[in-house]
Structure formats: C-alpha cells, structure tokens
C-alpha cells in the first residue's frame, strides 16, 4: 500500500525533459542558430567565412551580412544554392529564405 504523504514519482527520460523546456521556453531556434555559426565555415569555407560579418535567424529565414560589397554581391546572386548547402548540412527544411545584408 503506498504511501498518502509522500508524492508519487513520475520517472522521465532527461531527453523528454529537455525538449520540453526548450519548446516552453522557446530556446529551439537558438539553439538551431548556434548550431548554424558553429559549422558556418564548412558550408561556405574559409574565405567567405572570414569576411561573414553576421548571421541571425527568425524563424526559418536566415540574415547574412558580409564585410565586402563583392562577396555580398556574389552571394546575393547565389543564395539559393547556399540554402541548398545550409539545408544539405543542417537538415531539410531548416531553412526557406535567405536575406543577404
């Protein structure tokens, strides 16, 4: 007969825990942001990389400034397959549009 005075003991996996309080506390999408920045440089390269002035997401949409009106031209022209990479890398659907600032 268990006892009244003591609370019962509702055993969760720490990986259901986690989820949980990232989707309460909305740290999902910073996470995925982090995520980004850390592997920045193996999706663009070293170049490009180096002259990567910033990188913020909001929802599914990525902000990417650069320090050269060239590189930002060049990239600008090709931001659909730097979502394909960033997608290729990241996960399916991470991503669906890219502004080039």
């Given at each position: 007969?268990?006892?009244r005075?003591v609370?019962?003991?509702k055993?969760?996996?720490?990986?259901?825990?986690?989820?949980?309080?990232?989707?309460?506390?909305?740290?999902?999408?910073k996470?995925n942001?982090?995520?980004?920045v850390?592997?920045w440089e193996e999706?663009?390269g070293?170049?490009?990389a180096?002259h990567?002035?910033?990188?913020?997401?909001?929802?599914?949409?990525?902000y990417v400034?650069?320090?050269?009106a060239p590189l930002?031209?060049?990239?600008?022209?090709?931001r659909?397959v730097?979502?394909?990479?960033?997608n290729?890398?990241m996960g399916?659907?991470?991503i669906?549009?890219i502004?080039?600032?």
């Open positions: 007969m268990p006892r005075d609370p019962e003991r055993e969760k996996n720490i990986s259901d825990v986690l989820r949980r309080m990232n989707d309460r506390y909305h740290l999902t999408q996470h942001e982090i995520e980004l850390k592997v999706i663009v070293h170049l490009i180096k990567t002035a910033s990188i913020s997401m909001r929802g599914k949409t990525l400034s650069f320090d050269q930002k031209n060049e990239m600008f022209l090709q659909d730097l979502m394909k990479n960033v290729d890398r399916a659907g991470f669906e549009k502004f080039i600032g």
